[in-house]
């Protein structure tokens, strides 16, 4: 028996794989805590602060990786994945909010995180598998990435382990506990008592007793019912949709050129342009398009100024903006705004 959450769009093929960026506030949180540099190392991804707290907003899990490693370098702690996952809030971190709100037994907590967690990414596949006396939860990546995740393994296993620990209580039994991960050195020597064994990258493995799947959870001092989710953006159903907010927070960056934008996406050049042919469409066409878009919506919707609004899309100076403006729309930016922008107040 097994619980699955396939990460596919309509034609049956696999999108470019996004990450909810606000999943990643409790590094920002803990960076902060450390009173670590944190706005220099998510700017030296492309990312604000701001955006972290955007609901909506994706990112290529390639970006997700790099900027883990990054943090716990700059935090100096090589198990930095490790202490974020165990002092995770599991009943404000959006995949285990409806788990931590309604879940009766672990078998229920797992089957609501795994339904949970395809809603704010689309970089892995979850499966609970149920094989005689042991269960396996797996995190199987659907690409390769480009590093090794050892943080985001790290972190992922902290936080399953405290959620099996503490739903189980004095039934837990650590010798009957196997975790796979891709570098076991980013874990404590000895690790609650737990075998661990290294694994590849394409994701983590905790092995556990089946038996422990029928246990009921005691939410009192465990799981809190007060949590309240909100509406938001599904992950992209499609690569073209995938691929734009993938490219969308880099707009204004000079380096958006097709070997950065494999690099953002997990894709090989060849595989990149095969896709964007297949979609009778190139990355220029989709920059360009993006970048029309973002202008009008903030000509229309702000009393941000012309300049402003051209720089942040890249363009080095008024007049080149406002000859590209021109020739998506037939008017200058301003002539735009006075047509069609309406009252700021």
């Not at 716990?72 to 599991?90: K, Q, R, T």
């Not at 975790?179 to 050195?185: E, I």
């Not at 941000?304 to 080095?316: D, R, S």
Request: charged share 20%; with cysteine.
């Amino acid at each position: 028996m097994s619980i699955d959450d396939p990460q596919h769009g309509k034609s049956g093929k696999p999108t470019l794989p996004l990450v909810r960026l606000n999943l990643l506030l409790p590094f920002v949180e803990e960076m902060d805590r450390l009173r670590v540099n944190t706005d220099t190392v998510l700017g030296a991804h492309g990312i604000t602060r701001s955006a972290v707290l955007d609901p909506d907003l994706f990112v290529s899990v390639n970006t997700i990786h790099r900027l883990l490693e990054d943090m716990a370098a700059a935090a100096n702690d090589p198990f930095f994945g490790v202490h974020v996952g165990e002092s995770l809030d599991i009943t404000d971190w959006a995949p285990l909010i409806d788990a931590a709100k309604r879940a009766a037994t672990l078998a229920d907590f797992l089957t609501r995180f795994i339904l949970a967690v395809s809603e704010e990414a689309s970089s892995a596949r979850h499966c609970l598998e149920i094989l005689d006396a042991y269960t396996f939860f797996r995190e199987r990546r659907i690409f390769e990435p480009d590093i090794t995740p050892s943080q985001n393994d790290a972190f992922t296993a902290a936080y399953v382990l405290a959620i099996l620990q503490n739903a189980i209580g004095q039934d837990w039994d650590p010798k009957e506990v196997l975790l796979q991960v891709c570098t076991p050195a980013v874990l404590p020597t000895g690790y609650h008592g737990i075998q661990v064994a290294g694994g590849d990258n394409r994701g983590m493995t905790i092995r556990f007793p089946s038996r422990w799947l029928v246990h009921t959870i005691e939410h009192s001092g465990f799981l809190s019912s007060s949590a309240a989710s909100t509406e938001k953006s599904r992950p992209p159903g499609s690569f073209l949709d995938a691929l734009r907010k993938t490219i969308a927070p880099h707009l204004g960056s000079a380096e958006l050129t097709v070997d950065f934008v494999t690099q953002l996406s997990g894709l090989s050049r060849q595989a990149l342009q095969r896709r964007l042919k297949a979609n009778d469409t190139t990355l220029s066409q989709e920059i360009s398009m993006l970048k029309k878009q973002r202008a009008i919506e903030d000509l229309t919707h702000t009393d941000k100024p012309v300049a402003t609004i051209g720089q942040a899309l890249g363009f080095n100076s008024p007049a080149t903006f406002s000859r590209a403006f021109r020739t998506w729309t037939g008017q200058s930016p301003r002539d735009y705004r006075k047509t069609h922008g309406r009252r700021i107040t």
